[in-house]
């Protein structure tokens, strides 16, 4: 889901001959889904999870539960465990009311103070080697708190941590809410994925923490992308969005009978 539709255009045209494709996403985006339903790439869906592994817990508060969480912090770290704390800005933005890594950084290192506590920070615009280094605090277990953007989304695993709290989670798409909360969830303990948002919402933000809570179900998940965003075209480059205009089926609704007429198709040909 982390690659764009001229980003894979251009890796099936390196050979000459096309390849086979295999696409491999916990949740496919809007196009992706519907071009299963019309046929062109086939599915296989793993739905258990690794042995030994406990389903995550998912919650959503609003920032006047902040104290609570906060508390919730503290008992699992008194338990051993580690918590990531996920930011969509770096910096404050004028343009957008939403929680920023700096602002939270600050903050988190005032609630959780030295030498009891160590926050590590990790975002995009760090050097390489300085993000490394607090990345490194945080997998050998120096650092109990990981501060970052979601950097993390993907390629990370640390099964000591068993907490993930997404700030501004409004922000965030479904597919990017549902690649955070797997960064835990690893090992063999219970963990938690925690929502924080804003008390307003807008009914399609609503829509998405509701089904973050409701379900770990990547596909379901993905499902409700589709419903709320559209397929996009998937003639074109857009991943989202009502652009195939159908006059009587819809995608997010008719699935099985779209199915159905596909199976009939092939019998046919």
């Not at 086979?20 to 985006?29: E, F, Q, R, S």
């Not at 071009?35 to 406990?54: A, Q």
């Not at 640390?158 to 479904?174: D, H, K, Q, T």
């Not at 835990?184 to 929502?195: I, K, N, P, T």
Request: charged letters at 25%; a positive charge.
């Amino acid at each position: 889901h982390r690659f764009g539709v001229a980003q894979r255009a251009k890796l099936w045209k390196k050979n000459i001959n096309p390849p086979h494709i295999l696409v491999m996403t916990a949740t496919p985006i809007p196009r992706t889904l519907a071009m299963t339903l019309y046929g062109d790439l086939e599915v296989s869906v793993i739905d258990e999870l690794p042995p030994g592994r406990i389903p995550v817990k998912t919650v959503h508060y609003s920032d006047a539960k902040r104290l609570r969480v906060f508390e919730f912090i503290k008992k699992q770290i008194e338990l051993g465990r580690q918590i990531y704390i996920v930011y969509p800005l770096i910096k404050e933005s004028e343009k957008m009311d939403y929680k920023d890594l700096e602002s939270g950084y600050e903050r988190i290192c005032r609630a959780f103070p030295p030498p009891e506590y160590t926050v590590s920070k990790v975002h995009g615009q760090m050097k390489p080697e300085e993000k490394d280094k607090a990345m490194q605090l945080f997998v050998k277990g120096k650092a109990q708190i990981m501060v970052a953007t979601n950097v993390i989304e993907v390629g990370v695993d640390i099964p000591n941590a068993s907490v993930m709290i997404i700030e501004s989670a409004e922000r965030f798409g479904l597919s990017q809410l549902h690649q955070l909360r797997g960064r835990v969830g690893r090992g063999a303990e219970q963990s938690y994925c925690v929502l924080m948002t804003s008390f307003k919402l807008s009914n399609e933000a609503r829509s998405r923490m509701e089904t973050m809570v409701r379900t770990n179900d990547g596909f379901e998940i993905a499902e409700t992308d589709l419903k709320l965003r559209g397929p996009g075209d998937i003639e074109g480059t857009q991943q989202s969005g009502i652009v195939i205009d159908l006059k009587i089926a819809n995608l997010a609704k008719d699935g099985q009978i779209i199915q159905y007429a596909r199976d009939i198709a092939l019998e046919i040909l």
